[in-house]
C-alpha cells in the first residue's frame, strides 16, 4: 500500500480507494489521505479550512498546494486572471512562489478556493496531471440548487432513499456529523443553496423551534459555502398569527411576514429566502383572495429584501375549475406577470408544462418572461421514472431542456435562467440517493447548474471515475450503460411523446386505462386521448392550441406533425394508427418497437453491469444487479401492461414476431400497491 501510494505519488496521480468494502457513502469523494501532501494554507476562513482539509486528504500532491484567495499579497506578482471569476469561481495555476514551484489554488472569495480545491480533486481523479493543472472557471447560474420535499415528521414526499436526511427531533442539539458530508458532497458539484421542507409545507416550519433547528443545519452548511431556505406555507399568518386571513394586500398580514422574516434572520443572518407552492394542489395562496402570484410573491419579497433575502415562486399552477389544457395553465397565468414581479423574486418553472414525465418538451414559459428572474426546476428524485430501483441517468434529460432553442433571438432555455433547483434524490439510506447509480443524477445535476453547457457523457464519464476508478473497462462499460438509460425508460413507459400513463397516487407502475378520477387531467386517459382511430393530444389550433404559448419559429415547428421531432410527437398531436413514420412502420408498429427496445436496453444493461462483476467492489455490484433484475421485470410489466391496453382500444394485432404480453388487461388493472413508497398521504 506504501509503494503504491508512493508510486502514485511519483506519477502525480491519485490513488482511488481499493477495491473492498464500499457501501456508497463516499459517494464519488472516495478519496484516501495522502500523509505526505504539503498544503499551505494562506489566511483562516472556515472554508479555508475545509479547502487544505480536502486537498490534504484527497490528493497525492507532487508539488506543493497553495491554498489562498486573490487578496493574498502574496500572488500579487504573479498577475492571476480573477478578473471575471465573480464570488464563486476558481482558478489553478502552477506557478513560482517564495522561490519553489507550487500550484496555487484560489477564488476572488474562499468560496471559491473551495470549489477550486474540489476541481483540483475532480481532475486528478478523472486522470488528470497536477504538476501541470490549469483550471479556471466560474459558474454560469449564481442560484444552483437543491429543493427538498422532506417532511418534519421524517417522510420524504417522492423520495426512495429513506428517511429524511434531517432529524427535526434532535436538532438543534445533535448534528449528526452526516449533514457535514451532505454538504460537502454538495460544495464538490458546486450546489449553494438548499431548502430543507417540502413545498407542500407545513406552516410549524416557520415557529420559533423549527427555526432554530434550521439555524442549526445553516451552521453546519455555511463553511460549505450553502445558504439554507424554507419553504413558506403561505396561510401561515392565519394558523401561527391568529390573523383572519392571508391575503397579501393587508397590511396586518404583510407586517407578520416581516415580523417572521427578522426573527428568521436573527437565527439565520444569511438565511437565503422563501420557496413558495401557492394555487397549486391544494395549497394556500394570493388568489384564495383575488391577489395575484406577483401580489403573493411581492408581499413575501418585501419582508425578506431588508435582509437582502430572495422569494422563489413557483410557477407549478393547474386548477380543476379551469377547463383550459392544463399544459397551457402556467403560462396564462404567469406570462401577464411579466416585469411585476419584485427584484428579489425568481418565478422557479419545471422543465416541462406537465410534471416531470420521462420526457417533456421544454416549459414554454422559458424565454417568455425577459423581465422576470427565471429559474428552471428539475426533478432528480425518479418520481416518473422508477423510483430508486430503476438505472436512468437523467443528464441527458436535463441538458435536453437546457440546450432547447426557445425560438427568441439565439437563446437557448439555459440563457434565460437565473437558477436552477433540483428535486433532491436524498435520504437516510446508507448510499444516500437509493441506488449507486442514483448518485450521478445528484452530480449531473451540480455540474450542469454551474456549467449547462457541459456534455451529459462527459459528465457521465467523470462520474463513473471518481465513482468506480479509472480502469477503462470499467469506465467505457458504464458510461454506455448510462448513456441511453432514460431514453430506455421513456420507450418502455410510453415513447412518441406520451406522458402521465402512471398509476394513480403513487405512480408506481402502469395505468393508462385510469379514467374516473375525480379532476379530468389526474387520469392517464386525459393526456392520451387513444380511440380506435389515433392516439395524442392535440396542441395545435385545431386542438387545445398550447403550441401558440411558444416562439413562433417553435411553434410553427410544433404545428405540423411533420416538422414536429417524433420523441415528442404525440405531446402536441392526435394521429391515426396507421399513420407512417420516418422509417416506414405505422405508428402502432413505431409504439411496440420502442416498448422492446426499451425492455431490450434494460437486458443489455444488465449484461454488461454482469461483466463488470470482477472489477467492482460486492456490496456495490450486489445491489446494482439486483435492482437491475427488478428493472427487467418491471419493463416488462410497463410494456405489456401498456400494449394490452392499447390493443384494448385500437384492437390492431401485436406485428409479426412481436411477444404478446404476458397477462391479459384485466390481470394489470388489477394490481395495488397501498405501500408503494414516497407516496403522501
Ligand atoms: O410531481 C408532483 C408530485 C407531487 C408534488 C408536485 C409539486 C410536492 O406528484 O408530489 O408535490 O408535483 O411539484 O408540487
Known sequence: MKALARLALAAGLLLAAPAGAEDGYDLWLRMRAFPDATVLRHGDTATLRLAEAELRHGLAAPLPLVVTT??????????????????????????????????????????????????????????GDIRTAALRSAPRLPLRMLDHWDNIDGTVERGYAGQSLWDWWTLPDHRNPRYADYARA??????????????????????????????????????????????????????????????PRDPAVAAWWRTKADEIYRAIPDFGGFLVKANSEGQPGPRDYGASHADGANMLAAALAPHGGTVIWRAFVYAETDPTDRAKQAYEEFKPLDGTFAANVLVQVKNGAIDFQPREPFHPLFGAMPRTRVMAEFQITKEYLGFATHLAYLGPLFAETLRADTGRGKQRVADT????????????????SGSTF????????????????????????????????????VVDTVTAMMAGSREAVVDYTGALGLAHLMATGHHYGPGPWVKDLARPEWNPVYYHRADANGIGFDR??????????????????????????????????????NRRMADGRTLWEDLVAHYDHGVAYVDGMAHQWATLRPHIDAERWQKTATFLAIQAREARWWRDA?????????????????????HDLAWYEAQRFPHAPGNPK
Open 70 to 127: 486573490a487578496a493574498d499579497p502574496a500572488l500579487a506578482p504573479l498577475r492571476l486572471p480573477f478578473a471575471g471569476l465573480g464570488d464563486e469561481g476558481y482558478l489553478v495555476r502552477p506557478a513560482m512562489l517564495g522561490g519553489r514551484q507550487v500550484l496555487v489554488v484560489a477564488g476572488n472569495t474562499d468560496r471559491g478556493t473551495l470549489y477550486g480545491a474540489f476541481a483540483l480533486i475532480r481532475h486528478a481523479a478523472t486522470g
Open 186 to 247: 454538495n460544495a464538490s458539484i458546486g450546489i449553494n443553496g438548499t431548502v430543507l421542507n417540502n413545498v407542500n409545507a407545513k406552516a410549524d416550519s416557520l415557529t420559533a423551534p423549527y427555526i432554530a433547528k434550521a439555524a442549526a443545519l445553516a451552521d453546519v452548511f455555511r463553511p460549505w459555502g450553502i445558504r439554507v431556505y424554507l419553504s413558506a406555507r403561505f396561510s401561515a399568518p392565519i394558523e401561527l398569527g391568529g390573523l383572519k386571513t392571508a391575503d
Open 417 to 432: 435562467l437565473a437558477g436552477m433547483a433540483g428535486v433532491a434524490n436524498i435520504g437516510r439510506d446508507r448510499d444516500w
Open 438 to 473: 442514483n448518485q450521478a443524477n445528484w452530480y449531473a445535476f451540480g455540474r450542469l447548474a454551474w456549467d449547462p453547457s457541459l456534455a451529459p457523457d462527459a459528465i457521465a464519464r467523470e462520474w463513473a471515475q471518481q465513482t468506480f476508478g479509472t480502469d477503462p473497462e
Open 540 to 577: 395545435t389550433r385545431t386542438g387545445s392550441d398550447a403550441v401558440d404559448q411558444y416562439a413562433p419559429r417553435v411553434a410553427r415547428r410544433f404545428a405540423d406533425p411533420r416538422t414536429t421531432p417524433e420523441r415528442d410527437l404525440l405531446w402536441f398531436h392526435h394521429l391515426a394508427w
Open 642 to 662: 401498456s400494449l394490452a391496453y392499447w390493443m384494448s382500444v385500437n384492437h390492431l394485432p401485436l406485428p409479426p414476431g412481436v411477444a404478446a404480453p404476458a
